[in-house]
């Protein structure tokens, strides 16, 4: 059992920036690969980034390529979501997620076994 608690969320202006914190418990961290999702309301919960248990291999939703990156410190158990840029439709509840195996789509929630609680992120106009 992996638990999971985001941090770092807020209000922002459209062209700000948050950094965005996944704490995990457990002595395994470092050998999940783990991902970010975000849920706006009334729509469905869509992937967002992805990284690699080793941090070499990240993949990002095309509506945030080149303005987040998500990286990790597995010294410190700690998963990051740096968004830059941010525009108000990045407004969501944004949730960290630990994926196993390797098996199967790094975009798919289905694929992902642990979740956190959420931190809302809101951009304003």
């Known amino acids: 059992q992996v638990q999971l608690v985001e941090s770092g969320g807020g209000l922002v202006q459209a062209g700000g920036s948050l950094r965005l914190s996944c704490a995990a418990s457990g002595r395994t961290f470092s050998s999940y690969n783990m991902g970010w999702f975000r849920q706006a309301p009334g729509k469905e919960r869509d992937f967002v980034a992805a990284?690699?248990?080793?941090?070499?291999?990240?993949n990002y939703a095309d509506s945030v390529k080149d303005r987040f990156t998500i990286s990790r410190d597995n010294a410190k158990n700690t998963l990051y979501l740096q968004m830059n840029s941010l525009k108000p439709e990045d407004t969501a509840v944004y949730y960290c997620?630990?994926?196993?195996?390797?098996?199967?789509?790094?975009?798919?929630?289905?694929?992902?076994?642990?979740w956190g609680q959420g931190t809302q992120v809101t951009v304003s106009s």
């Open positions: 997620a630990v994926r196993r195996y390797s098996s199967g789509a790094y975009y798919s929630r289905g694929n992902y076994d642990y």
């Open positions: 990284i690699s248990w080793s941090g070499r291999s990240t």
